[in-house]
């Protein structure tokens, strides 16, 4: 059984920053890629960042190139994503994910395999 545990949201002004953090566990992550991907109500959604557990190898959606960073921690099973020069478009819920046959990086959410419940993030203008 795997379990995904976000952490880190928060509400932040405009230019401001957070770290996200993704606890995981039920399982060995080697053959991992770990994604982040974000939700507002009434949209579709949105592919964020993917790293895979093994060679850190990252992959950025255009919207948040430049300004976010993907991470993981094989000691602490902790994926992060550490959001600067934060915009209100950046306001969603943000998931943490595992496609578990993850040696390339996609960005489909159909691929990922476990999701977590999901940490609010809100930027205000």
């Known amino acids: 059984q795997v379990q995904l545990v976000e952490s880190g949201g928060g509400l932040v002004q405009t230019g401001g920053s957070l770290r996200l953090s993704c606890a995981a566990s039920g399982r060995n992550f080697r053959t991992s890629a770990m994604g982040w991907f974000r939700q507002t109500p009434g949209k579709e959604r949105e592919f964020v960042a993917t790293?895979?557990?093994?060679?850190?190898?990252?992959y950025y959606a255009d919207s948040v190139k430049g300004r976010f960073t993907i991470s993981r921690d094989r000691i602490q099973n902790t994926v992060y994503l550490q959001m600067d020069s934060l915009k209100p478009e950046d306001t969603a819920v943000y998931y943490c994910a595992v496609d578990v046959q993850g040696l390339r990086p996609t960005i489909r959410g159909s691929d990922y395999d476990y999701w977590g419940q999901g940490t609010q993030v809100t930027v205000s203008s």
């Open positions: 790293i895979t557990w093994s060679t850190a190898s990252t």
